[in-house]
């Protein structure tokens, strides 16, 4: 048999206590030292698994930042948006529901108008409270389809400065978009559902 430290060869047996038994060292030093070093691997082992463990928590976390960043841009772009747009016609390209259809066949609701002159459509045609939720939802998916289509007809030499601008214009157009990537929103401001009347 070999010692468990070094590897040396060691005597079969050993008379002990009354009793044989097999050297497993070569000294009571070697038994120490491998002690220490089993116990050094065995915290190694333990350190690493740790490290994958919170590697897998960090990944988890900026996972869930960039959806809050995410989620936060949207809001802001839909408490912020005042340009005039074509929802009618881009409401037309969606499933059908009741609202839906009462909005889009009644002469009254433009064509084209602000996101404040379309809630305020939207409750004066006595929309329940479920519908107006729908109406954010519709007019935030919009805006964000916006985003996408200016992006893909963005020109290449753009793409640097538009990563490091700070702020968004309007989305007036597709090809004049700016976004925002990996920045938080310093303010929002809380807008009513139909603060604009008609």
């Not at 996101?115 to 329940?128: F, G, K, S």
């Not at 020109?155 to 090809?175: A, E, G, R, V, Y």
Request: charged share 25%; net charge positive; proline share 6%.
């Amino acid at each position: 048999m070999n010692c468990k430290y070094c590897g040396a060869d060691l005597p079969t047996k050993e008379r002990s206590h009354g009793g044989h038994r097999q050297r497993e060292y070569c000294n009571d030093a070697h038994r120490q030292a491998n002690f220490r070093q089993q116990h050094q691997q065995d915290q190694n082992t333990a350190l690493r698994v740790e490290l994958e463990q919170l590697r897998a928590q960090v990944t988890d976390q900026a996972q869930e930042i960039a959806l809050l960043r995410s989620q936060l841009d949207t809001e802001r772009r839909y408490l912020e948006d005042t340009t005039p747009r074509y929802f009618k016609s881009w409401l037309k390209k969606q499933p059908s529901s009741p609202w839906h259809d009462r909005f889009l066949s009644d002469q009254l609701v433009p064509l084209r108008g602000s996101r404040a002159m379309y809630e305020a459509h939207v409750r004066r045609l006595h929309c329940t409270e479920e519908e107006q939720q729908d109406f954010v939802r519709l007019w935030k998916l919009m805006l964000l389809q916006w985003v996408r289509l200016a992006f893909l007809h963005m020109p290449l030499s753009d793409l640097n400065t538009t990563f490091c601008q700070p702020k968004t214009d309007t989305l007036s157009s597709p090809p004049s978009v700016s976004l925002t990537v990996g920045a938080l929103p310093t303010t929002t401001r809380a807008v009513p559902f139909g603060s604009v009347s008609l």
